[in-house]
């Protein structure tokens, strides 16, 4: 699957690793292995070429839980990824090709990602799609419909011949508290009929916000007879109706505003329908059905899927993930007749969340993920009661975090010890645990012992070095660190961070160019670390060489064109050049930006004078 099937924001909690943990329990006497192959912003077309990778390995079953990015992934017609092809043919032409070098230079050569000259070259989420809204008529969502539909068939016939079963999911969606990210007018809307649309929204808006839910929905329901295609005025008609206690109305219009959403994240009602209708064509091939809609539905007040299993738009909480899980386990043991199981254990959510060491510190991890890696960015920014939303979520971050004192964080170690024990050979336990211990109890000697530990178990990851890494830069041994992020660089020479902490480490010690060339490097292959640009500023700063140091400058303002410092820096290197106006419009950008900020409070006023900081 995508992120969602990754455990996005947290995959720890992901519901293959939870999966994995009921099997392993209630068949005590067979070996369970469960792979999560996936990825964000991935779709049916990739996922196919994954499924074919996979059935190398003899697996007995694929899970497939997917659907989300069917239009906004590669080859939609809402991805800023790849053009958008009606043939699929050629489309999976396209993928085989890119699987060799020769196809991948050829690709970068045609600018095969369909972007664009000054389109994004560096990941920015789902900020990216801002611009590719797809309204629930467009024609091209039939081709969209058929080629799920044929990769989903390919993807069981793929295991089918591999010799494994296939458990295909229906996907959840967040109704209830997940508004529209984009909406749109139908097009043949007249300016008359759009002042006469606006002006009983707005009636049902006030009526809204006074709690007047009843005049609330007659007023929408008026804007609805003039254009029902309006995703957030079904939105809204929902939450009235919800709040009316209508909630077969609410979920209906809750169930068309996802629908009509133009900036298409969520899988919609034919996604699901086609699922369902592959799941029980194929039946004779092994495949069946968990239905993960209608049981999430099933769990929810009044049938109206929310927070209570998402974290946004998709992706799942750990509830949300247990639920998943669960449905999951009740097909693979349907179709393990014969197996031993332990009648005695149970699946609960608190044996999985003790087993997995979910808790008060894994929760404050993933709100703060959630919250500055998802919500505090574009398009949900866009939304309707985003900023109850926010301050929500801020209030539970403040609350969690003010629980973990020195105390409560020791006897938290405590449990992952002897959950280790239990488990040692659970390398995401000893993870999550060696990163409490460095980045909060600062007992950077035992996290580095477990990270170790991690190293035997993932030998093909980078991941436990970065993590040594970054822990012997905080100690202060450099050497080290840089011994360490060379062998990071052995597994994956294309992570742009890691030779942006290299250059970090080489300049602490007096390698300059070294340090440069770096740096250079840390920005090409991660064109939004900012930090090397930055960094590598400085240092053409400091050395005079004032033209290429602007250049650097005005990249890093081109990819974080609000990052305060990157602005100051740019004055500062704007005056010393002569060309004062300039620079001094840079440093009052800076202090709009970052008002509170004493580095650039200092320069403003060394450079402009006091009276610029008043």
């Not at 959840?172 to 300016?191: E, K, Q, V, W």
């Not at 007096?510 to 490097?521: C, I, N, P, Q, T």
Request: net charge neutral; with cysteine.
């Amino acid at each position: 699957g995508a992120s969602a099937a990754q455990g996005a924001p947290n995959n720890a909690f992901r519901c293959g690793r939870i999966l994995e943990a009921m099997l392993q329990e209630r068949f005590p006497d067979t070996r369970f292995e469960v792979i999560t192959a996936a990825m964000a912003a991935i779709n049916s077309h990739v996922v196919l070429e994954i499924a074919r990778d996979c059935a190398r390995y003899e697996p007995d079953f694929f899970v497939v839980y997917l659907g989300n990015n069917e239009v906004v992934g590669p080859y939609g017609p809402g991805t800023v990824l790849t053009p958008a092809l009606s043939n699929l043919h050629l489309i999976r032409l396209g993928i085989r090709l890119r699987t060799t070098k020769t196809g991948q230079l050829l690709w970068g050569l045609l600018g095969g990602r369909g972007l664009g000259k000054g389109g994004p070259q560096a990941w920015r989420g789902m900020a990216m799609f801002l611009g590719q809204q797809v309204r629930a008529d467009d024609p091209r969502l039939a081709t969209t419909y058929r080629h799920f539909r044929r990769n989903l068939q390919d993807m069981c016939r793929v295991a089918a011949e591999a010799g494994a079963q296939t458990i295909l999911c229906t996907v959840g969606t967040n109704l209830r508290d997940c508004p529209p990210f984009a909406s749109l007018h139908r097009p043949d809307l007249t300016p008359e009929q759009l002042r006469n649309w606006d002006a009983v929204y707005k009636e049902g808006a006030i009526a809204e916000m006074q709690g007047k839910h009843a005049e609330a929905i007659v007023a929408y329901l008026r804007a609805a007879g003039i254009d029902d295609s309006y995703a957030e005025l079904q939105f809204r008609l929902g939450r009235c109706y919800e709040l009316a206690g209508e909630y077969e109305q609410a979920r209906e219009r809750y169930l068309k505003a996802r629908d009509q959403d133009t900036l298409r994240f969520r899988a919609d009602t034919q996604i699901n329908k086609t699922i369902q209708a592959v799941a029980a064509e194929m039946k004779s091939e092994g495949v069946v059905l968990a239905d993960i809609e209608g049981r999430l539905e099933q769990d929810s007040p009044n049938r109206l899927p929310g927070e209570e299993f998402f974290c946004e738009h998709v992706h799942l909480t750990f509830s949300g993930n247990h639920t998943v899980a669960t449905a999951v386990l009740s097909q693979i043991e349907s179709l393990m007749k014969g197996t031993r199981a332990d009648p005695s254990f149970v699946v609960d959510e608190k044996w999985c969340a003790e087993r997995l060491a979910y808790n008060a510190w894994s929760r404050q991890e993933t709100l703060n993920t959630l919250l500055h890696g998802f919500l505090e960015k574009p398009p949900f920014t866009n939304q309707l009661y985003h900023r109850e939303q926010v301050d929500e979520l801020k209030r539970q971050l403040e609350q969690l975090q003010a629980t973990l004192t020195p105390e409560t964080l020791e006897a938290l170690g405590a449990q992952y010890r002897a959950m280790i024990a239990k488990v040692p050979d659970d390398w995401r336990l000893r993870w999550d645990y060696g990163q409490m211990l460095a980045e909060d109890l600062k007992q950077y000697d035992a996290a580095m012992e477990q990270y170790r530990v991690v190293g035997r178990l993932l030998p093909h990851s980078y991941m436990p070095h970065d993590s040594l890494a970054s822990v012997m830069r905080a100690k202060g041994d450099l050497a080290g660190a840089i011994a360490e992020y060379e062998k990071l660089l052995t597994i994956k020479p294309t992570a742009g961070a890691a030779h942006y902490y290299l250059g970090w480490c080489h300049n602490r010690q007096g390698r300059a160019d070294l340090a440069m060339d770096l740096f250079r490097k840390a920005i090409r292959l991660e064109p939004d670390c900012i930090p090397a640009y930055l960094d590598l500023g400085e240092m053409l700063f400091k050395r005079k060489q004032y033209q290429e140091a602007e250049t650097v400058c005005r990249e890093g303002l081109a990819v974080a064109p609000h990052h305060a410092r990157l602005h100051g820096n740019l004055g500062l290197l704007l005056i010393q050049m002569g060309r004062r106006p300039e620079g001094a419009a840079e440093i009052q950008r800076a202090l709009e930006l970052d008002p509170a900020s004493p580095e650039i409070r200092r320069l403003a006023e060394r450079l402009l004078g006091p009276a610029t900081i008043r």
